[in-house]
């Protein structure tokens, strides 16, 4: 049996040149930073829905509030235990 024969379909198909991967100014896939505006959306939402400020949110959550608008903002690259914190703020 020829290399290539052995390849599953998908595995052959990774011999073939990728073009660019086109990252944002921020250096994140469209993905990435869809994903991230999102989140950040919906923190502000339930923050504002709870009737809480950006600042009371930092401290309950143990964050800086410059770390919270940048989540906000979709720029904050924000790791699993700290959208925890987050979550645990809003219950």
Known sequence: MAHSES?????AATDR???PI?????G???HESEFLSQLGDRVREMRTLRGMSRREL???????ERYVAQIEAGKGNVSIVRLLRIALVFR
Do not use: V
């Not at 390849?7 to 595995?11: A, K, M």
């Not at 086109?22 to 921020?26: A, K, Q, R, T």
């Open 7 to 11: 390849l599953s379909h998908s595995e």
């Open 17 to 19: 040149p990728i073009g």
């Open 22 to 26: 086109p990252y944002d100014e921020d």
């Open 28 to 30: 994140r896939l469209p």
């Open 58 to 64: 930092a401290r309950r959550s143990r964050m800086s």
